[in-house]
C-alpha cells in the first residue's frame, strides 16, 4: 500500500537555525497537510497546500513557517529561526481529493536545543 | 469553531473484553469524522471514516463507530479487544463546507492487559 515517508525522523538543531523537513505525499495525492504534535498535547493542524499555493492555515503557521512542492514529490516544511518552543513531532499527511481521509507519514521529531 | 472533546484520557481493559471510546464534537456545519490510531513510535494511521450514508461505519482491526447527529457523538467501540490494540487513539473532524483541517481530539490512551 503507498505510504507518505518523512526524513529525517529525528533532527536536532540549534535554536535560532533554519530546518527544513521532509515529506514525500502519495503519488496521486492532490492536498499535502502539515500538523504537529507537542509532547503529551494534541495534534494540531498547521497548514494545507493545494495546486501550487497554500489553501489553509492555522494561527500556529506564523511568518517562521513556509512550506513548498519544490519537484513532483517532496513537499517541504521550513521554520526559519527555530525556537524552543518548536520542538514536537511533525506530521505529513496527504489527501487524493479535498475531504478524503488525510494519510499520515510516522513523523519528524525536532528537537531544539 | 469547531472542537472535539475525547472524554477519557485513558482506558485500561483486560484481553477479550469489549470497549468504548467515548468522541463528541462541536461543530455549526455538517462535518466528516473520523478515528486515527497511533501505535508507539509511528504515524496515524486511519481506522475509520464518516463521510454520509449509514451512521455505522465499520473500520480496520475489528472497531466500528456510529455517528450520532443529535447527540454529536461519534464513539468507538470494539467489542472484544487484544493486547494488540493497546496504542491511543485521536477522533478527528474536518468542516465539510469549506475546511480541509483536521481538528483533532486529545487521544484516549487504550491500554489493554492480559
Known amino acids: 500500500e503507498p505510504e507518505v515517508t518523512q526524513t529525517p525522523s529525528h533532527q536536532v538543531t540549534q535554536m535560532g537555525q533554519e530546518v527544513i523537513l521532509r515529506c514525500v505525499p502519495i503519488s496521486n495525492h492532490l492536498y499535502f497537510y502539515w500538523y504537529r504534535q507537542i509532547l503529551g498535547q494534541k495534534v494540531e493542524f498547521l497548514v494545507s497546500f493545494y495546486n501550487n499555493e497554500i489553501s489553509e492555515k492555522s494561527e500556529i503557521f506564523d511568518d517562521q513557517f513556509s512550506v513548498e512542492r519544490p519537484d513532483g514529490s517532496n513537499f517541504t516544511l521550513k521554520i526559519r529561526s527555530t525556537k524552543l518552543e518548536d520542538s514536537a513531532m511533525y506530521f505529513c499527511?496527504?489527501?487524493?481529493?479535498?475531504?478524503?481521509?488525510?494519510?499520515f507519514g510516522d513523523g519528524t521529531r525536532l528537537s531544539i536545543l | 469553531a469547531q472542537s472535539v472533546t475525547q472524554l477519557d484520557s485513558q482506558v485500561p481493559v483486560f484481553e477479550e473484553a469489549p470497549v468504548e471510546l467515548r468522541c463528541n464534537y462541536s461543530s455549526s456545519v455538517s462535518v466528516y469524522l473520523f478515528w486515527y490510531v497511533q501505535y508507539p513510535n509511528q504515524g496515524l494511521q486511519l481506522l475509520l471514516k464518516y463521510l454520509s450514508g449509514s451512521t455505522l461505519v465499520k473500520g480496520i482491526n475489528g472497531f466500528e463507530a456510529e455517528f450520532n447527529k443529535s447527540q454529536t457523538s461519534f464513539h468507538l467501540r470494539k467489542p472484544s479487544v487484544h493486547i494488540s490494540d493497546t496504542a491511543e487513539y485521536f477522533c478527528?473532524?474536518?468542516?465539510?463546507?469549506?475546511?480541509?483541517?483536521?481538528?483533532f481530539g486529545k487521544g484516549t490512551t487504550l491500554s489493554v492487559s492480559s
Open positions: 499527511a496527504s489527501s487524493e481529493d479535498r475531504h478524503q481521509p488525510q494519510h
Open positions: 478527528a473532524v474536518t468542516d465539510n463546507q469549506a475546511g480541509t483541517a483536521l481538528i
